[in-house]
């Protein structure tokens, strides 16, 4: 029996795949990129949420007990995740894990759609909300701007946000995928600490021994800077939109999920700068 992670070049879903493989528990990855989307030996399958017809080959090679999904960027996603869950569901599936965020609420458009589906459909699931990724500072844009010009530049002002690693999400995922009793609930997947960007820079400056200095945008100035660095503009304005809602606290929160769950503490976000430093300093 195997596990399906539906996109399987994600961040999270590799780190699952790599954390399941130790275990010895068998994994499929699931991507648009299909069979070239396999890495460290994993198999991997074509898969896309708008496309049906790729949706019976994730089947075809034995029984899958448990699927983690995150959602399409598309408009509505919940409309064929919740169909895809269903089918799913016939095919013998009994766990789902969806990688949420912090503004999923259930019931609402977006992911919360999905959650409240899980409930209604009587499956076994655990709905993951993590607040934003240490890893999104690795990302090649942002690697420039804080490697070539020492800046950070968002339109979260001062908000704070308890960062948190991939690494983490992931350990939690993977219990929520393979521990005995399903956890049917919502788990708030945060770092160990509150910082704001102001803090991150510092943090910065400190690991990578130059001043990093966070510039803080307005949301029309921060949309057009993203749509300048080829972001699509519906994507500028998703991303602006929860760095603006960020600067309200919205992000602010504290909680024991990682620890509880996987049993050790989230990494620091000054270990993370630590671990990948080379990455800003060789940019």
């Not at 034995?62 to 598309?74: D, K």
């Not at 503004?103 to 655990?126: L, N, P, Q, Y």
Request: charged share 25%; proline share 5%.
């Amino acid at each position: 029996m195997s596990i399906l992670l539906i996109g399987g070049t994600g961040k999270t879903a590799t780190r699952i795949a790599a954390l399941l493989a130790a275990s010895k528990k068998p994994v499929l990855l699931a991507s648009r990129r299909g069979p070239d989307a396999t890495s460290n030996g994993h198999p991997a399958v074509k898969f896309d949420w708008t496309v049906e017809s790729t949706w019976p080959g994730l089947f075809e090679n034995g029984h899958i007990e448990a699927v983690y999904m995150i959602s399409p960027q598309i408009s509505q996603p919940w409309v064929p995740m919740i169909k895809f869950v269903d089918f799913a569901k016939e095919k013998g599936v009994g766990r789902f894990v969806l990688c949420a965020g912090t503004t999923a609420a259930i019931g609402e458009d977006g992911m919360g759609r999905v959650w409240e589906h899980f409930i209604k459909s009587r499956v076994d699931f655990c709905v993951l909300r993590p607040s934003w990724f240490m890893e999104n500072l690795i990302e090649p844009g942002v690697v420039h701007t804080i490697g070539k010009l020492g800046k950070l530049f968002t339109a979260a002002q001062d908000g704070e946000i308890p960062f948190v690693s991939a690494d983490d999400i992931a350990d939690v995922a993977y219990h929520a995928l393979i521990d005995e009793k399903s956890y049917n609930c919502d788990l708030r997947v945060l770092g160990p600490e509150i910082l704001t960007y102001d803090r991150i820079a510092e943090i910065l400056t400190k690991v990578l021994g130059r001043k990093v200095e966070h510039v803080k945008l307005d949301e029309a100035g921060r949309i057009e800077s993203l749509v300048k660095a080829g972001l699509s503009d519906y994507y500028a304005r998703f991303v602006t939109r929860l760095e603006v809602l960020a600067s309200q606290n919205f992000e602010k929160a504290t909680g024991d999920a990682v620890e509880r769950v996987t049993g050790h503490p989230p990494k620091s976000f000054e270990a993370f700068a630590e671990e990948n430093k080379v990455v800003w300093l060789d940019s």
